[in-house]
Nanobody, 121 residues
Framework: QVQLVESGGGLVQPGGSLRLSCVQSGYIFSIGTMGWYRQGPGKERELVAT???????NYADSLKGRFTISRDNAKNTVYLQMNSLKPEDTAVYFC???????????????WGQGTQVTVSS
């Protein structure tokens, strides 16, 4: 079974930092672009950042400069470094990946269960 599992969420004070991790497990043929999305209270899920297999990144304009996405291809893991956190960053953060489970099947989007990030004093 293909899985994506996030970790690293928690409670931080405004101005603090947090590093999220998402590791893919289970047999796959290949993995492509990975990314982070978030859903705040009363809001729709929105793009945070994506990163391709060769390291090309894309960020939501409002988050550029504070958040940094990276990946370790050997571990099929994607990270999100979050700095200068604001209360508005409070949300459930979800990991996403484009995965081809086998050479005989199609590529699909997979999602993690989410990890809670709360920014509050």
């Amino acid at each position: 079974q293909v899985q994506l599992v996030e970790s690293g969420g928690g409670l931080v004070q405004p101005g603090g930092s947090l590093r999220l991790s998402c590791v893919q497990s289970g047999y796959i043929f290949s993995i492509g672009t990975m990314g982070w999305y978030r859903q705040g209270p009363g809001k729709e899920r929105e793009l945070v950042a994506t990163i391709t297999s060769d390291g090309s990144t894309n960020y939501a304009d409002s988050l550029k400069g504070r958040f940094t996405i990276s990946r370790d291809n050997a571990k099929n893991t994607v990270y999100l470094q979050m700095n200068s956190l604001k209360p508005e960053d409070t949300a459930v953060y979800f990991c996403n990946a484009r995965i081809r489970p086998s050479t005989w099947g199609p590529t699909n989007d997979y999602w993690g269960q989410g990890t809670q990030v709360t920014v509050s004093s």
